[in-house]
């Protein structure tokens, strides 16, 4: 422990917390009025009906549960990731847990919300909700809509706890430099810590417990999203591999959202010393790793489905191979496979901005990805004179762009009036343990904002 | 309330505080230690390393598993709906209901236990000192007897003393 290099460590961490520039609110209400646009293309939509949308017979899903399923993806980076990392306890974990651990709980609430847009009528979002209605009826166990509702609330529950418990002792050290309201709020969310060995040794141990019943839960997340499609006799749908399928897809767009992330984070609040090239080492290498095994599991599933040449699946499966879909296909096997292939394989290559395009590449592969589940199979149903196509209505299109615009909105806010890297965990990640093992000299941080160390909130 | 107590740039020099405030015949369980980092390694408080909380998060999780089962299998069974022809009680469904209460339940008893045995959700006690969060480590008694106090300075000494008048 040195108390120059830990001054340091909190005036970095807390110097967003301090200032605020105009381009931060300039930035707040770009987003706030992109977000806002999707909220009143929302309520357009509820006033004059679902038929502004797309959505027809037989392509009833759309771009509202494409989306559901690309944020719950997204989710699935944080709190798994972290949890994984702690479990390990492998040390470059510490910049980067809160950051991957925010990502989860705001695409949870992104991705939750879309359902119920979906369902043109929200305010009959109760019918999930396990309670016997006035009819006397309960909602039907069966669904894998219901599994859903059950998944994905305890994951964002189970999340947004694992994402508050490490906040504490930093809200604390906010609450011991803020003066007035501040003082209070924080006084208030640091719920009484005083940094005793039985409360660190609680919260550790707390923390440990969690990431091991999290992991799976967020397993099981994707895997029921999966099952909204692989219970259904869709063609190429009812497969027993979408469930692993699904979680190393969301894994996969985890990391890249992830990567992104930090890499705004990074040049954004100039915390080129915390988040390093290292990080981005090993989460490009997790991309790539999960970059293969996507691969694979699209390489196995196509292959199945191709040597089975079932009539009911070989039209979906050649729209998108080589028919109006390929495009789309082609474009998504460039974007989740060959790029990062290219890119991550190589040292030279797995640099900070290799790393940060590769993740663009794979957030727009995995978004065609959901694209290609949902409606070729639903435009190619098992009769041809079923057989349509879809086109997004502008309700649609604005509430996809609002979604992004909301997560960016949300992770703006966030790192205003949270750490975005935990001090606690960084500081003490930078100490060596006692004696016998020598005490190492402290790491050499920038002294930039150390005088605002001391300065009140 | 009357305090004494000392605050330490390093855990080497509070650890050996503590160690003067044990010899001198204090009892670990009247030393309040406070650190602004984990610092485990130095095991200021070895009686706080047992914990029952995972044991906890068991029996939470069977709670939710019981919970789990229960709400689907009871609730079919009082509004039997027949779908399909299938059982009214379907297990694989039920399964998977079961298993995200079993894990809730877990998660939700570890937070629970965490709040207790870390006395979580209680006003700031006037034993504290905010330089805890600037690093500082804390070691000290609350109300020490006008007997000890000289000696309890004597075992402070390698810090900054203060007291609580």
């Known amino acids: 422990m040195n108390l120059a290099t830990d001054s340091r460590i909190t005036a970095d961490l807390l110097r967003p917390l301090l200032g605020t520039s105009g381009k931060y609110y300039v930035t707040v209400g770009l987003l706030g009025a992109v977000t806002l646009m999707g909220l009143v293309a929302w309520g357009y ?93 309960w909602p039907n166990f069966r669904s894998p809509l ?249 309700p649609e299109i604005a509430v996809m762009v609002s979604t992004f615009a909301a997560m960016a909105l949300l992770y703006t806010l966030f790192v205003k009036f949270i750490p975005i890297i935990s001090i606690w965990e960084f500081k003490d990640g930078t100490h060596p343990g006692p004696e016998p093992r020598p005490i190492a000299e402290p790491r050499t941080l920038p002294a930039r904002g150390a005088e605002a160390a001391g300065e009140a909130l | 309330m009357k305090a004494t107590y000392a605050l330490y740039t390093d855990p080497e020099s509070a650890k050996q505080a503590i160690v003067a405030l044990k010899e001198m015949g204090v009892a670990q369980s009247d030393i309040v230690i406070m650190s602004p980092e984990p610092l485990e390694a130095y095991e200021f408080d070895p009686s706080e390393q047992e914990t029952s909380m995972r044991w906890v998060a068991v029996l939470g999780g069977g709670i939710g598993c019981v919970f789990g089962a229960s709400l689907p299998s009871l609730t079919q069974l009082l509004w039997p709906l027949n779908t399909g022809g299938m059982p009214i009680v379907s297990i694989w469904p039920n399964l998977i209901i079961t298993f995200e209460m079993t894990m809730l339940g877990a998660i939700v008893a570890t937070v629970i236990s965490l709040v207790r045995a870390a006395r979580l959700g209680r006003r700031l006690p006037e034993f504290y000192d905010p330089q805890v969060s600037d690093n500082k480590i804390l070691v000290g008694i609350a109300n020490p007897s006008d007997a000890q106090l000289p000696d309890v300075e004597q075992a402070l000494r390698g810090g900054e003393l203060k007291t609580i008048p």
């Open chain 1, 146 to 394: 219901m599994w859903d509702f059950f998944a994905i609330n305890t994951y964002l529950l189970a999340s947004t706890l694992f994402l508050f418990l490490p906040m504490i002792p930093d809200f604390a050290l906010i609450r011991d430099r803020a003066t007035g309201i501040r003082r209070t709020i924080y006084g208030a969310l640091s719920v009484g810590w005083r940094g005793t060995p039985k409360q660190w040794h609680r919260l550790e141990s707390a923390m440990q417990i969690m990431a091991i019943a999290i992991i799976p839960v967020a397993v099981s997340v994707h895997t029921i999203v999966s099952f909204d499609f692989a219970m259904a006799v869709v063609p190429m749908w009812h497969s027993t591999v979408f469930g692993p399928y699904f979680v190393a897809g969301a894994i996969f767009s985890g990391i890249a959202g992830l990567i992104i992330a930090m890499a705004i984070l990074r040049r954004v609040l100039r915390l080129e010393q915390y988040l390093t090239a290292l990080h981005f080492q090993k989460l490009g290498q997790l991309l790539l790793l999960m970059s293969l095994l996507w691969g694979y599991f699209v390489f196995s599933e196509r292959l199945t489905i191709w040597y089975g040449n079932d009539n009911h699946e070989m039209p979906v499966f050649w729209a998108t191979f080589t028919g109006e879909y390929a495009p789309f296909f082609w474009v998504m096997v460039a974007c989740n496979f060959v790029l990062p292939l290219i890119l991550l394989s190589n040292q030279k290559l797995r640099t900070i901005s290799g790393c940060v395009v590769a993740s663009c590449g794979v957030v727009l592969g995995m978004w065609l990805e959901r694209f290609l589940i949902v409606v070729p199979s639903l435009s190619y149903r098992q009769l041809p004179y079923t057989w349509g196509s879809y086109m997004p209505g502008w």
């Open chain 1, 45 to 137: 939509q509820m006033y004059y009906g679902i038929g502004l949308t797309g959505l027809n017979s037989p392509v009833f899903w759309g771009f509202y549960l494409i989306n559901f399923v690309f944020w719950i993806g997204i989710s699935h980076a944080g709190t798994l990731i972290s949890a994984i990392l702690r479990l390990i306890d492998a040390p470059w974990r510490r910049p980067v847990t809160r950051c991957a651990e925010a990502i989860t709980a705001f695409a949870l609430v992104i991705g939750g919300t879309l359902p119920l847009i979906h369902l043109g009528r929200p305010w009959l979002f109760f019918y999930l909700i396990p309670f016997p209605d006035g009819r006397g009826l």
